[in-house]
């Protein structure tokens, strides 16, 4: 049997458990760490409680270990079992244990037990080689991931900056396998394609003009996402004294904010806000021609998401070398939504080059600005790609368990 370790149920993951689960050919189970996500939780990044609004247990089998009281994803000492890993897996007859990486100490836990009990260990991770490490940081991860990487057997790899990282770490070809990071594409599709009528209304809601470009940002309102970007690059399409490339685009430009936390008021303060979910009596200030137009949906569960994406033209994923990946740009592709990606996040270069698909350099807001005026005058904004599917990573699996 494989067992599938995983920190909590998240909405990204369960869907490609239940893929493996339908396709039949891997006995395995999911053993989690924590309940987070599916009881009522706290969100430090997006400064609010809530549950994901899926069915994230539904499909497949699983179990949820004993861990010490207090154990989130967000602590890395307490996120870890607090029973014998090594018998659990003998009692279980399990043959091959698939961590998520390495950021909680319960998966370092994990892997020397399976080491102990004679059980292959397959490594699923999102880290890449993007980031700009000091010198004695890159020899102390040289250090300690090296004494993890020597017990992995298989390492499933995301996508290209992620195989990068391994074969740094002297990973041999032999030992890397593709399992591309997805998002249930299907479901995405369809939510977008059944509200796409809708989608005059859904502006109309939040404010925005049917005659507007509307740039979505997704995400937490944080500094590794860095959305400030977006409005300082929208600033430069609507000022003329300080845009070098054409000044005017051939329609209103229009922000679409999506989420919430800790730079949510200098977001604000910083745009014409014509709509705000979560203000209760909105006072909107007198208009500054230097600002740009902006709404603010609020956060919205998986179920309520597609409406911004067929409310937006495009979506901006402006993170730094931080994001890790950006899965918020598999679901805007999966709902034929094109994206403007900075060169510094994980997923850059495998969705990047899909159809219109933009990319630009961090911070660069010259740069973004330009790519938003590109896609703003092109012809046709339909991304008509299909973004990494569920079924490669299953093929893997399959192939490594068989």
């Not at 890159?138 to 020597?150: E, Y």
Request: charged residues 20%; hydrophobic residues 45%.
């Amino acid at each position: 049997m494989l067992v599938i370790l995983a920190t909590h149920p998240i909405q990204y993951q369960a869907p490609l458990w239940q893929e493996i689960a339908r396709d039949g050919r891997i006995p395995f189970q999911v053993w989690y760490l924590t309940k987070h996500g599916i009881d009522v939780s706290y969100h430090p990044a997006f400064g609010k409680s809530f549950a994901w609004d899926l069915d994230l247990l539904n499909g497949y089998q699983y179990r949820f270990l004993t861990v010490p009281r207090g154990a989130s994803p967000d602590s890395f000492w307490k996120c870890r079992a607090a029973e014998d890993l090594r018998a659990a897996m003998q009692e279980e007859g399990v043959t091959a244990l698939w961590v998520n990486g390495w950021d909680v100490f319960g998966y370092w836990q994990a892997v020397w037990a399976a080491k102990r009990a004679g059980v292959q260990v397959w490594l699923r991770g999102e880290s890449n080689d993007l980031a700009a490490t000091p010198f004695w940081k890159r020899v102390l991860k040289r250090i300690l991931l090296g004494q993890l990487f020597k017990r992995v057997d298989r390492f499933l790899y995301i996508g290209s900056a992620n195989r990068r990282l391994y074969e740094k770490f002297g990973v041999s070809e032999a030992r890397l396998y593709p399992a591309p990071y997805a998002v249930d594409n299907e479901r995405f599709a369809t939510q977008a394609e059944a509200i796409r009528g809708q989608r005059l209304e859904i502006r109309k809601q939040w404010g925005i003009p049917k005659d507007a470009f509307c740039v979505l940002f997704c995400g937490k309102f944080i500094p590794k996402k860095r959305p400030l970007d977006l409005v300082k690059a929208a600033k430069l399409l609507i000022s003329d004294s300080e845009l070098q490339a054409p000044s005017s685009l051939p329609m209103k430009l229009h922000l679409l904010f999506v989420g919430s936390g800790e730079l949510g008021s200098e977001l604000r303060s910083s745009c014409n806000v014509v709509f705000d979910a979560e203000a209760t009596n909105l006072q909107l200030p007198a208009s500054n021609s230097r600002k740009p137009a902006a709404s603010f949906a609020g956060f919205l569960n998986q179920t309520e998401i597609s409406r911004a994406y067929v409310a937006a033209d495009c979506l901006v994923l402006p993170s730094d070398y931080r994001e890790t990946w950006g899965l918020v740009a598999n679901e805007a592709i999966a709902s034929d939504l094109p994206c403007i990606i900075s060169n510094q996040c994980g997923c850059a270069e495998d969705l990047g080059p899909l159809g219109i698909n933009k990319i630009f350099e961090c911070r660069s807001v010259e740069e973004l600005a330009a790519k938003i005026q590109m896609l703003a005058t092109a012809k046709s904004r339909a991304i008509s790609v299909a973004p990494p599917a569920f079924s490669t990573t299953v093929a893997t699996a399959a192939t490594l368990y068989g």
